[in-house]
């Protein structure tokens, strides 16, 4: 892993997504490594020429920078992040994303965490101190094989779901982001209905739900890990990219049934 700190100029910036007011990303690329990731279109404007997950840059000043822009900052929700995962191992050192929960916690502005990492229970404290917050966690699969395949450097699934229950039972609003799907991994339905079942269980309070992106970059590195540990599934993911679109509108109309069963909601 090649690991370099750096200086940010800024680190609130206006988010593209139609929910999500302002995104705050502490580091430049993830350790984890998940070969799906659709965050890799960053290495673009980083100047490295290595693989994507290869490299974190960690912003050493972050913390700092959004001091100076909180005040100017007209309110809105905060997503932490939407191209890194702001629990990703290195945090356990740096405690960059701890120390951007510090100067938010002053101020009164909606704060949502994505992750794949328990480490996140580290921060309940802050998480405490926040007004309004909650805490999502990236779940594809329930298989904890499927998710060393796919995502070789993030948590366990049971220590994700473990660090959902804690949260949850300490009052902070868990969801789930089940995305992407893996086709004939974890879309089928009594996979789904399992994965579901054991979100329900650790009170999760709403689910996202998407299918697998394999357009540009993406599908050849799938593509790699499929034919080295599931080469029986390669012409039917390739036929999935090709046809994404009905694909899509059938997991999705299975996964609101499905939930419906353990009492979850689907957001959009």
Same mark, same amino acid.
């Given at each position: 892993?090649?690991?370099?700190?750096?200086?940010?100029?800024?680190l609130?910036?206006?988010?593209g997504?139609?929910?999500?007011?302002?995104?705050?990303?502490? /580091?430049v690329?993830?350790?984890?490594?998940?070969?799906?990731? /659709?965050?890799?279109?960053?290495?673009?404007?980083?100047?490295?020429?290595?693989?994507?997950?290869?490299?974190?840059?960690?912003?050493?000043?972050?913390?700092?920078?959004?001091?100076?822009?909180?005040?100017?900052?007209?309110?809105?929700?905060?997503?932490?992040s939407?191209?890194?995962?702001?629990?990703?191992?290195?945090?356990?050192?740096?405690?960059?994303?701890?120390?951007?929960?510090?100067v938010?916690?002053?101020?009164?502005?909606?704060?949502?965490?994505?992750?794949?990492?328990?480490?996140?229970?580290?921060d309940?404290?802050?998480?405490?101190?926040?007004?309004?917050?909650?805490?999502?966690?990236?779940?594809?699969?329930?298989d904890?094989?499927?998710?060393?395949?796919?995502?070789?450097?993030?948590?366990?699934?049971?220590?994700?779901?473990?660090?959902?229950?804690?949260?949850?039972?300490?009052?902070?609003?868990?969801?789930?982001?089940?995305?992407?799907?893996?086709?004939?991994?974890?879309?089928?339905?009594?996979?789904?209905?399992?994965?579901?079942?054991?979100?329900?269980?650790?009170?999760?309070?709403?689910?996202?739900?998407?299918?697998?992106?394999?357009?540009?970059?993406?599908?050849?590195?799938?593509?790699?890990v499929?034919?080295?540990?599931?080469?029986?599934?390669?012409?039917?993911?390739?036929f999935?990219?090709?046809?994404?679109?009905? /694909?899509?509108?059938?997991?999705l109309?299975?996964?609101?049934?499905?939930?419906?069963?353990?009492?979850?909601?689907?957001?959009?």
């Amino acid at each position: 892993m090649i690991v370099r700190e750096i200086e940010c100029k800024s680190l609130l910036t206006r988010s593209g997504i139609s929910s999500i007011d302002y995104a705050l990303n502490p /580091y430049v690329g993830c350790a984890h490594g998940c070969v799906y990731c /659709y965050a890799s279109f960053m290495k673009r404007f980083t100047g490295h020429t290595e693989a994507w997950g290869s490299f974190v840059d960690v912003r050493a000043n972050a913390a700092g920078v959004l001091a100076k822009q909180m005040p100017r900052a007209k309110r809105g929700k905060i997503s932490l992040s939407t191209v890194t995962d702001p629990y990703q191992p290195l945090e356990k050192q740096y405690q960059i994303t701890r120390a951007c929960l510090e100067v938010l916690s002053a101020y009164d502005f909606p704060v949502s965490i994505l992750t794949k990492s328990a480490l996140v229970r580290r921060d309940l404290d802050l998480l405490r101190r926040l007004p309004d917050v909650d805490v999502g966690f990236t779940i594809t699969a329930l298989d904890d094989e499927v998710r060393r395949v796919f995502e070789p450097g993030s948590s366990p699934i049971p220590a994700r779901l473990a660090a959902l229950d804690e949260l949850a039972q300490a009052g902070i609003k868990t969801w789930a982001f089940c995305g992407p799907l893996l086709p004939s991994l974890s879309d089928g339905e009594e996979q789904m209905a399992a994965l579901f079942r054991e979100l329900a269980r650790v009170g999760v309070s709403a689910l996202i739900v998407d299918s697998m992106k394999l357009s540009g970059g993406i599908w050849g590195r799938v593509r790699k890990v499929l034919e080295r540990h599931y080469p029986d599934l390669v012409a039917g993911y390739q036929f999935t990219a090709q046809n994404r679109q009905p /694909y899509h509108k059938a997991l999705l109309a299975q996964a609101q049934r499905l939930a419906g069963k353990y009492g979850l909601a689907i957001e959009t």
